[in-house]
């Protein structure tokens, strides 16, 4: 009689997802909201891997966690196979339906700069279904489910990304905007201070930065409210609630219909490049190659 013994258990996909995420990130709380789970449920998952092992992967701290010798040591080998795993699921949906292309954007481009173009993507491939999700954080296109994502990109010699082909759009420039009626009332650039300088919560430093560079001899009053939509605060500098400063890429088309005017032409190009990037996963999709050369055209 043949004795079949048991096969040993690997220890369940979720803790090992939720061990390479925090050791990757440096907390349970930081992977719990890329996993989108509590911070609970990943240190739970954690542990039970750790009695799996009979070893402990973190040492608990009242400030956080720290990876032990033994989880530093697997790390790598842990976050190569989520990230070919998550290239294989990628692949696999991008080839199965290869005319719903999903776009993630940065929220004010995608407000802005993306959906006056997607007319012309479905005037060039009308059988595209094309979805877009608005995302302050830019994606991991080798994990997350996208095929291309547009945001703005610092410092882009150094942060290229291998698992993905990356499109220059245009750096970023930045100068004051606002209504033609408010321009009216500006005639030099101490006006600034007598006009309501309008802020948007995530480029807090536009102002500041623009400031040293224009008029870097002058101390300008810029306060204003604060607005967390970049689009809801170009909205309000084309009502004339006050001066907003400008991303380039983002207000042309305001700037072209002449709701908004440029006050002080002063320019400041940041170190920042707006980018298109494309999922390794989608490479073979033959639409790809269409839909960026069209979001490229002037």
């Avoid at 995420?21 to 909201?33: E, K, N, P, V």
């Avoid at 402990?56 to 530093?72: A, K, N």
């Avoid at 870097?216 to 970049?230: F, I, K, N």
């Amino acid at each position: 009689m043949t004795i079949v013994p048991p096969r040993p258990q690997i220890p369940p996909l979720n803790s090992l997802r939720a061990f390479e995420a925090a050791a990757r990130l440096g907390g349970f709380s930081t992977a719990a909201d890329e996993l989108c789970v509590t911070p609970g449920a990943v240190a739970q998952h954690v542990k039970s891997l750790e009695a799996w092992v009979g070893a402990d992967l973190f040492i608990r701290r009242s400030q956080g966690v720290e990876l032990t010798e033994l989880g530093q040591n697997v790390l790598s080998e842990f976050s190569a196979a989520f990230d070919q795993l998550g290239l294989a699921v990628q692949t696999l949906r991008s080839q199965a339906t290869p005319k719903h292309i999903r776009i993630a954007a940065l929220p004010s481009i995608a407000q802005l700069w993306l959906s006056p173009k997607l007319p012309s993507v479905r005037q060039a491939a009308p059988e595209l279904t094309i979805s877009v999700t608005a995302l302050e954080k830019e994606p991991n296109l080798q994990r997350e489910p996208f095929d291309i994502s547009i945001f703005y990109r610092d410092n882009l010699s150094k942060n290229k990304d291998v698992f993905s082909t990356t499109y220059e759009v245009c750096k970023d420039i930045i100068f004051p905007v606002c209504s033609p009626q408010v321009a009216s009332r500006l005639y030099k650039h101490e006006d600034l201070n007598k006009a309501l300088c309008l802020h948007d919560a995530s480029w807090a430093e536009d102002w500041s930065k623009w400031i040293s560079h224009a008029l870097p001899d002058t101390s300008l009053s810029t306060d204003g409210p604060v607005y967390s939509l970049y689009g809801l605060a170009i909205e309000e500098a084309r009502n004339g609630a006050g001066i907003m400063m400008g991303h380039k890429a983002l207000v042309e088309n305001h700037l072209k219909d002449g709701s908004l005017v440029v006050p002080f032409d002063k320019p400041l190009t940041l170190d920042r490049t707006l980018v298109i990037t494309t999922a390794q996963s989608a490479k073979s999709n033959p639409y790809l190659d269409l839909i960026i050369k069209t979001l490229l055209e002037k």
